[in-house]
């Protein structure tokens, strides 16, 4: 089956599609408020003393502050990985807040306590705090610039003995699991990002979910970068022991601001025998302006392991925002017939750069991948697929299929895949395939003629085209991604 | 009658219009005049500019109108955008239906059928009508139901595309359709379904213009007037008398006396 057209037998991009296409990269973000509330912060710049200052703020144990000491000291010696289709801007260190807090009462327990501004700012995020007015079957971690705002349904899930909450709170309450689980798969030495947001990271949020258990909701965290001149760096780790079961969902947004700002989080997931976790994104940070003015520079460490047997970890997520996503959520397929999926919709508008795709890991005997990863690139922007997928020489038939397609709305914006495969197995399949095309002239008049405007054509068309990524997320945030869709594209046509 | 109305209008008129691609003039100057009620076949060779005509009213850009007008329902056609001329009623059944691959049909029938009703200031149809539309719709064309889950024209066989094409038809009720070569490549009985389907959606108040190839979908869909286009010209219409005439001479018979 091939998806639309092949882009060199149907070339007919008139004037009418050029139209069509700057239009529909011609609309506002609509998260791009700023909440007027006071925080604290320390000062710009980055050395050892701000490093022991922000675990100080966070009442962190020696453990922890040695941890941040010991990669930062190794950042200072990385240089910035150069290797990724992206045109990386120079980042001055000195010049980023690394600790920014909304200022309230601490400790932060019933909702009586959050800052009414703050509630204020997630209701109109369309994510409310407040118990009684949320989804049901979803609890949410809010997490504000370095800090969790907070987190709803926590006491319903302590019952099972499921711990939901923010990363600081499980390196007060939960020690031995944090330093048990914490590096351990995303080492502090792993890459230049991670090694910074290893030194900084602020919060994030934490989940165990014990042995035989099914998480009843969906657990999700909601980031909001608010304060200017601050970066975000935060720490995800989630740990689903035997036989355990999650669904986590990960939301972002920012302020419009004219200048770039810094976002470089970890994710970690461990999952044991026979445990499951899905772990969808919906990524909607502020791209920038139509001349590329502006936006986060979104560099992400994200890795999974599947540690025991017939464990499996599912990763989707739709990119839609950020001025630079620089991501490849990851798996480690250690397991025997453990299986690791990666389902990627990545749109990139304007000036926005994107080089995103993942690594499959394949170590352990019948382990399984799946690769499906639709670009969609319009504007001046720039969209890449970058997949490794190694089977070593223990993973006896191991399998793997890849599946990259790449949509182009105009001509100016650029679709590039760079798939790595590397096979020290004989018994291994491993299947990759590639499509590029564009929308036709035909099918945008077809839809026109059935009374469909063009807009809402490429909408429909695009959604179409993702639909596969999209039918893999939670309900409540497939539709909000079909949305984000739709709006990240709007007057990409006329 | 309202005093308004009581002037008879023609539903289409088409005057002197001109059209072409790259540079190529395709359509020479057509004159053509479609009253409510009223079924035209539109007959030629291949290449004589039938599809361009078509293609032209429903408002495709790549033609370029270098001439001529077009009134419909007494509004100027030519200033309205594709999707206008679809919401006031315009139909066009492609003879090459596009697929649309991860588009559902549903999903692509509601929002046409809502953008429709939008346009004309009716509230949007809720899921329970609209499935229930687009079954009784269905069975109007013998499609089979699970086409209706499926990507828009996407695997479809070319009967399955062409009976597609008159299912959104009788979904969308346009006064006038434009069905072209919707007979192509369909067996007997297909050709009867599809016939059969355009006469049930016929009445006093819509228009059909069918253009085909052959005679044999006239038959079944039996035209008022019948046209030949040669050309990118009418150069000749007729009753359906016109149709057998040309069938038994061939279109050489046009060529020659043109
Ligand atoms: N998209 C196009 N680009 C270039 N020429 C075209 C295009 N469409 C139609 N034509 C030309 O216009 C003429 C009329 O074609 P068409 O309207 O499809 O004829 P018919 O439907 O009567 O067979 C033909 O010579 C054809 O080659
Ligand atoms: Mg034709």
Redesign the pocket.
Known sequence: MVPFIIAESHEIMNADQDQIISQVTQTEYKYGFVTDVESDALPKGLNEDIVRQISEIKGEPDWMLEFRLKAYRYWTTMKLPEWAHLKLPVIDYQDIIYYSAPRSRQPLGSLDEVDPELIETFNKLGIPLDEQKQLAGVAVDAVMDSISVKTTFRDALAGQGIIFCSFSEAVREHPDLVKKYMGSVVPYRDNFFASLNSAVFSDGSFVFIPKGVRCPMELSTYFRINAANTGQFERTLIIAEEGAYVSYLEGCTAPKRDKNQLHAAIVEIIAHTDAEVKYSTVQNWYPGDREGKGGIYNFVTKRGICMGDRSKISWTQVETGSAITWKYPSCILRGDHSVGEFYSVAVTNNHQQADTGTKMIHLGKNTRSIIVSKGISAGLSNNSYRGLVRVSKNADHARNFSQCDSLLLGDRCGAHTFPYIEVDNQSAVVEHEATTSKIGEDQIFYCNQRGIDTETAVGLIVNGYAREVLNKLPMEFAVEAQKLLQITLEGSVG | MSAKSSIPQPMLEIRNLKAS??G?E?LKGINLTVNAGEVHAIM?P???????LAAVLAGRE?FEVTGGEVTYCGQDLLSMAPEIRAREGIFLGFQYPVEIPGVSMVNFMRTAVNEKRKYLGQPEMGAADFLKLMRDRKALVDLDTSLANRSVNEGFSGGEKKRNEIFQMAMLEPKLAILDETDSGLDIDALKTVANGVNRLKNKENAVIVITHYQRLLDYIVPDFVHV?FDGRIVRSGDKRLAFELEEKGYDWIREAN
Do not use: M
Request: proline residues 0%.
């Open positions: 691609i790259d190529k395709i030629g291949n290449g004589s500019g039938k599809s361009t790549v286009l």
